[in-house]
Structure formats: structure tokens, C-alpha cells
Nanobody
Framework: QVQLVESGGGLVQAGGSLRLSCAAS????????MKWYRQRPGQERILVASIDPTRRTHYLDSVKDRFRIDRNNVDSIVYLTMNDLKPEDEAVYYC???????????????WGRGTQVTVSS
């Protein structure tokens, strides 16, 4: 079955850095678009970054100069490297896959359980 397991969250001071990891299994990772979302209490879940199978990336404007998404297709891991963290970055971060189970089949969206990022000022 499709599994997405986030790790790397924790407490960091404003201005610091964290790298989140998402270990993926149960689908053809290399042809599946991958995304990171975040959700703050009482707010909607928003897309932070995405990376497609050709490694094209898109970012939320507020993180564009500070965050980087990348993927390791050998180990089936997608990363979110977060630099210069700000209090407004504090959220639960979720890994999501538009998971391809076959080369030509449709992709369904799956979610990890999330990892908490706390930023102290």
C-alpha cells in the first residue's frame, strides 16, 4: 500500500533551518508528483512546494527564497529544506503524493500523517 512517512520536524529558533524528509513506498515514486503542504491551527492546509517527475518546482510565494524541495528517486525520498525560518512558518507539514501505481494509470492523492515544525522567536 501507499505509505508516506514524514520526519525531521521539531523545535527551531527563528532564523534557523530544518530539513524535512518524506519516505515514500507503495507506488512508482519516480513518475509521481510530490508536494509539501502545511497547516496552522484554525487555518486551511496550503501548498508550500511541489516537484514533478522532471524536477520542476513551484513554491508558495512567502517561502520561495527560503525553502527548497528536492527528491531522491533512488531512495524514494522527497525533502523540504527550510532556511531562515520565521514564526509564521510554524505548522504541521504534510507530505503528499499524486501516486502513480502504474505507468499509464491515473494518480490518486495520498497524505502522510504530518510532522510538527515549531519556530520560537
Amino acid at each position: 500500500q501507499v505509505q508516506l512517512v514524514e520526519s525531521g520536524g521539531g523545535l527551531v529558533q527563528a532564523g534557523g533551518s530544518l530539513r524535512l524528509s518524506c519516505a515514500a513506498s507503495g507506488f512508482i515514486f519516480s513518475i509521481s508528483p510530490m508536494k509539501w503542504y502545511r497547516q496552522r491551527p484554525g487555518q486551511e492546509r496550503i501548498l508550500v512546494a511541489s516537484i514533478d517527475p522532471t524536477r520542476r518546482t513551484h513554491y508558495l510565494d512567502s517561502v520561495k527564497d527560503r525553502f527548497r524541495i528536492d527528491r531522491n528517486n533512488v531512495d524514494s525520498i522527497v525533502y523540504l529544506t527550510m532556511n531562515d525560518l520565521k514564526p509564521e512558518d510554524e505548522a504541521v507539514y504534510y507530505c503528499s503524493a499524486h501516486a502513480k501505481l502504474s505507468e499509464w494509470g491515473d494518480a490518486d492523492q495520498y497524505w502522510g500523517r504530518g510532522t510538527q515544525v515549531t519556530v520560537s522567536s
